[in-house]
């Protein structure tokens, strides 16, 4: 390492004292991680907050074995040590990590590969908020879904903040994107980050709006986040040979539908979640990242849509928001 920081034995973090509500969310002191091989000790400067922070603080989401019981999935800073074998970043660089837990907390020790530069000109807040998001759309709306220039997407949940990642970055590659949302306002949203058509679910048939859009051809690609009975809608929303790739169920993880369509469509349904990915994986996923998307992040092409700003110790805030469901984009909590 190029300097010597100071290191203290302990740091502030917020932990999840038991199952429940937002207030479980509590301030306490942690040993300071320490960097193993292959690993940068980053002072996290802001942390993103996403819907799998509330699910793990309902004691809905396990951390996968190995990882910090802390919440918190994404981080920015700057690096104050390195462990052994750790060949891109020096101490003082700054930088954007997904981490597998531990975001919400003063020090966090990632893999180096799973850290990337943070975009010129953003800050840590903004650049606090494109890891999760960022990781999740790129492997499953194009490396799973394989979506390509020329086709129509169709992404649920459009301003969640994976839902405004997606339409931004669906819409900068030359997809023609549809999306749902529960309300004008949010449909307003997305239409302003690059929706072609936004669909306010809550008063209009997706399948009928996707079947207008594209001459009653149907999606290529489907982002859900819903699952339930959008299981089946969504099969009749696709294209012949169209991709639908689940990344959560919060409308039911248990769903009956008509498969002769998956038959005659030829569809794939697939799906993964991020957390649980191996290091490997998810470095493969960042240098895809950053060779495709860091330079759209450049010039501002695509950028995190920030909703609020909690500090850290409030976090129980920043859940409550995420729960009233109310926000568009992404809420961060700052850590500095
Ligand atoms: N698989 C993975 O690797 C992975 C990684 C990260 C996140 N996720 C999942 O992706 C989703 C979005 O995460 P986020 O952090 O961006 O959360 P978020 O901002 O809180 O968004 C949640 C979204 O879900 C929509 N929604 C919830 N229930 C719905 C229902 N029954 N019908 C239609 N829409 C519904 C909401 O839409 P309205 O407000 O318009 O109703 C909202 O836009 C979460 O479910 C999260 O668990 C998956």
Redesign the pocket.
């Known amino acids: 390492m190029a300097e010597t920081v100071e290191i203290p034995d302990r740091m502030m973090a917020v932990a999840i004292t038991e199952p429940g509500g937002p207030r479980v969310l509590r301030a306490e002191r942690r040993q300071t991680p320490k960097p193993g091989t292959g690993e940068i000790l980053i002072r996290v400067k802001a942390a993103g ?7 793990q603080r309902k004691g809905l ?1 396990a951390p996968p074995p190995g990882a910090s019981d802390l919440p918190g ?1 994404e981080v920015s800073g700057e690096v104050v040590a390195a462990g052994e074998g750790v060949s891109r970043w020096r101490s003082g660089d700054q930088v954007c990590a997904l981490t597998a837990g531990g975001g919400y907390a003063e020090y966090v020790a990632v893999h180096e590969s799973n850290a990337l530069p943070i975009p010129p000109g953003f800050t840590f807040t903004e650049a606090a908020a494109i890891p ?2 960022y ?2 759309v790129w ?2 709306l194009f490396q799973r879904g394989g979506l390509q220039k020329g086709e129509t997407a169709l992404i ?10 997606a339409i931004q970055l669906a819409s900068a590659l030359g997809a023609t994107v549809i999306t ?4 004008a306002e ?1 449909c307003a949203a997305c239409v302003r980050l690059g929706a072609d058509r936004a669909v306010n ?2 008063e209009e048939d997706f399948v009928e709006a996707v079947k207008q859009v594209t001459d009653g051809k149907g999606a290529n690609v489907i982002l859900d ?2 699952g ?1 009975d ?1 299981v089946a809608r969504n099969y009749h929303a696709a294209a012949i040979e169209g991709r639908i790739v ?7 993880a248990v769903a009956s539908t008509d498969f002769a369509r998956l038959m005659v469509k030829r569809l794939v349904h697939t ?5 649980p ?1 191996t290091i490997q994986v998810k470095g493969e996923i960042a240098a895809a990242l950053e060779a495709n998307v860091w330079p759209l992040l450049a010039v501002r092409r695509v950028a995190p849509v920030m ?1 609020m700003i909690f500090p850290l110790k409030e976090a129980w805030r920043a859940h409550e928001r ?2 009233e ?3 568009i ?3 961060v909590l700052d850590v500095a």
């Open positions: 907050v996403n819907r799998p922070d509330v699910q989401y999935l999760e998001t990781f999740t492997h499953n649920h949940g459009g301003s969640s903040g994976i839902g405004t990642t749902t949302a529960g309300s949010k679910y809550r986040m819903v339930g959008y689940q990344i959560a169920t919060q409308g039911g799906g993964s979640t991020m957390r990915r909703d995420m729960e469901g109310e926000h984009g992404k809420i």
